[in-house]
């Protein structure tokens, strides 16, 4: 299972009439470190380096916001990230709301797929203390680095009684996303993330933070029997890949993916298609045809835009990495 290098908790540090905010690590370039003589810029670095001490250590004046519970689950760049870490971060965070503590929880992580991390938390957490995630878009070690700055924002949200009962939330380039909308745009500017034409749902900067709209709640929490449905050491995920259609799809991939499951090949055989179309959901018809296929197979089919999120039904809001994420933790066993 990739959590895999979680140390023990140790005492909370800061002031103890301060909120306690617990700070899960997990890797990603706020955790970088760049080779020397690439230090100005960060190319080249490796993500997934600094312990989440060294990055709380370096966001400073933090220990004035939050009294901190700092534990590291994996140091790993989250393009490696694997369902399983979605479980044991859930699990921590409900772990630590039981004890009914004022403040929060802060998850750092890699930007390239914190939108799906954030999207499980959202749908297996409930409402309830915050949980917040963050990213960076420079190392640690990089000239200007923002890890600090999102790292500090982040408990700020986390420790704020006004964050409570949002869902899960991003916090990054002075920006409060929801889960639900937060998606990376860009790949290498440090104001990478947006939430489409919703937009954030605040702000935070040196006037403190503002929630500026109102974020639906019918999500959080929705799959939390997933979470007791499986340990993450044996949880068995189903199969759902991501197809896409576009000028010349013929379905080759979808046929290979089923000839696989057939003979055995795949393991676990595919349970699930999260297809993205053209328009309003529109495919290919050599695309449809083997799509078709998979449906008599017993393989469920969900098409979903290519260019923006769904809009209304069961996946109102998801992107098509999110609408994998969903099925995923609904197979899940
Ligand atoms: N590859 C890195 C990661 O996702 C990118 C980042 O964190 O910005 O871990």
Known sequence: MQPSSSSA???????????????????????????????????????????????????????????????QVCNIDSKDAQPALWLELAR???????????????????????????????????PGAPVVCTAAMLPATALSADGPRNLFDAVRVAADPAARGRGVLCVAHGRVH???DVSKLYPARVDA???????????????GLRFTREQPQHVAGRLASACDAADAADAAWPRVELVCSHAGADGALVRALLAASRCGQLQPALSALVVLGTGGG???????????????????????????????GEFDGLNAVKVRVQLLLQGLR
């Open 282 to 312: 529109t495919v290919h018809e050599q695309l449809q045809a083997a799509l078709d296929e998979a449906l008599a197979a017993g393989v469920r089919v969900e098409v979903v835009p290519r260019n923006g999120p769904c809009e209304g």
């Open 9 to 71: 908790s140790r005492e909370p540090v800061g002031a103890a009439d301060l909120p306690e905010v617990l700070v899960l690590g997990t890797g990603g370039t706020i955790a970088g470190v760049a080779p020397d003589g690439q230090r100005a810029t960060g190319a080249g670095y490796t993500a997934g380096v600094l312990g989440v001490d060294r990055l709380t250590a370096a966001a400073a004046g933090v220990e004035q916001v939050a009294r901190l519970d700092l534990r």
């Open 92 to 126: 921590q965070v409900r772990a630590w709301r039981a004890l009914g503590l004022a403040g929060g929880c802060v998850i750092t992580h890699g930007s390239d797929t914190l939108e799906e991390t954030a999207c499980a938390l959202d749908l297996l957490l409930g």
């Open 178 to 180: 929801a889960a639900r």
């Open 193 to 207: 993330f947006a939430s489409g034409e919703r937009g954030p749902l605040g702000f935070i900067d040196s006037r």
